[in-house]
């Protein structure tokens, strides 16, 4: 068995384009009109949304404990900071997120090691993403010496090439209501936004195109290429070293029939893989382009893609079980009809694993640092190939037993994130 340690995604490049346009703080949105913001699943930096004032640096921005933010009056000599000190990355992007209130003259934008974004003038959310420089290690908010006004909702995290979407729909006539903030009144969250979905935590929701997918992530010291709940035809894998293609190899996603019966084999409908996980060389700063092609006359469709570095855990044992969870449930319409709602379904897997005796340790350790931390799991023994034994999930079960003096015993239990 081997688990796959996810790299977080830096998406270098997409053909899949999403239509509904970002979140803007100065436009008015109707009801069922949808847009979509930035996010980033990287740990923030600064994560402060009632301004907490013991963490931030400031010279003349005063502190509203009532009101938890920091005001200017427009009477300070220059420009001020408003900052943590943290490990910025010099030449790394940056998501800023900030709120402008009690606004009346001057401008505010964000500042990421000694870089600026474009200056805020009005009350409002605003989201920036700023390449870090190399001036200092600090990141906040910036004000000019004319700024009269409030600044709260200070959030950073640092992002990716191409950052990531959630989906929001309004559910009134409004503006100037952040989404993320005010989803409970204003915003309904769908989700993540059509090209982001095969990099959630979920396998269900899927990214569809009408056409190939089409995307390149980088896979810097990553040696494995997961794909799940895809349905497609082929997929193409192009692993580059900065210079040289140094892997291009295509893979079918046909499934070979293995029943006996020449009617199946001749007439019966066409299996097709969902999972497949494929090793690609491992390098410092390689990149990975995947091309998934459709059936013919259907659309491309990826539940999710993973890569990252393939573990080699133990020896799957045999009366290992797979099996699936099921959320359909039978309801009832308005007018009596009783019929099958159909609800996600999700792989578990139980099974146990033999251990050499010096990896006792080292499992129970890598498995207590990915507890709740969704990562792959290959459960197939070296000489078998089962894409159902090829899940993404977390492990509800693990025990170790040391069961012999040679060799030990490791049950675990996965469950798929549907």
Request: proline residues 3%.
């Amino acid at each position: 068995m081997q688990i796959i340690i996810p790299k977080y995604i830096d998406l270098q490049s997409t053909n899949i384009t999403d239509t509904p346009p970002l979140w803007d703080t100065s436009t008015s949105y109707v009801s069922g009109e949808k847009v979509d913001t930035y996010y980033s699943d990287r740990p923030e930096l600064i994560n402060q949304p009632w301004m907490t004032f013991d963490f931030f640096t400031t010279t003349d921005g005063t502190f509203d404990l009532t009101n938890s933010k920091y005001t200017w009056d427009g009477s300070q000599a220059s420009s001020d900071n408003l900052y943590q000190t943290v490990d910025l990355k010099s030449g790394k992007d940056y998501l800023v997120v900030f709120a402008v209130s009690d606004y009346s003259d001057g401008n505010a934008t964000s500042y990421v090691g000694g870089q600026t974004g474009t200056s805020a003038s009005a009350d409002g959310y605003y989201q920036q993403i700023i390449t870090a420089g190399s001036s200092d290690k600090k990141a906040g908010v910036q004000v000019d010496a004319a700024f009269s006004g409030a600044i709260s909702y200070v959030s950073i995290r640092q992002i990716g090439t191409t950052p990531p979407k959630k989906r929001w729909e309004s559910q009134t006539s409004q503006s100037g209501n952040y989404p993320p903030i005010d989803d409970t009144t204003n915003w309904v969250g769908l989700g993540y936004a059509n090209s982001w979905m095969m990099f959630d935590d979920f396998t269900s929701t899927q990214t569809i195109k009408n056409g190939n997918i089409d995307i390149t992530v980088n896979s810097s010291k990553c040696n494995s290429l997961v794909l799940y709940n895809v349905y497609a035809k082929s997929v193409q894998v192009i692993v580059n070293d900065g210079s040289t293609d140094i892997m291009n190899e295509t893979f079918s996603f046909y499934q070979p029939s293995t029943s006996s019966s020449y009617w199946d084999y001749f007439y019966a409908d066409i299996n097709r893989y969902t999972s497949m996980k494929i090793n690609i060389p491992i390098g410092f700063d390689t990149t990975t382009r995947v091309i998934i092609t459709p059936l013919d006359n259907q659309d491309a469709k990826c539940g999710h893609l993973q890569v990252g570095n393939s573990r080699y855990i133990g020896a799957t044992q045999y009366g290992l079980s797979a099996y699936l969870k099921s959320w359909s449930r039978k309801d009832e319409n308005q007018f009596g009809e009783v019929y099958l709602k159909q609800g996600r379904r999700a792989k578990k897997i139980e099974f146990d694993l033999l251990l050499e005796k010096g990896a006792f340790d080292d499992v129970f350790q890598i498995l207590e640092s990915l507890d709740s931390i969704p990562i792959g799991f290959d459960v197939n023994e070296e000489t078998t190939n089962y894409t159902s034994l090829v899940i993404y999930g977390f492990y509800n079960r693990f025990r170790n037993v040391i069961s012999h003096p040679a060799f030990y015993e490791c049950a675990l239990e996965i469950q798929e994130l549907a």
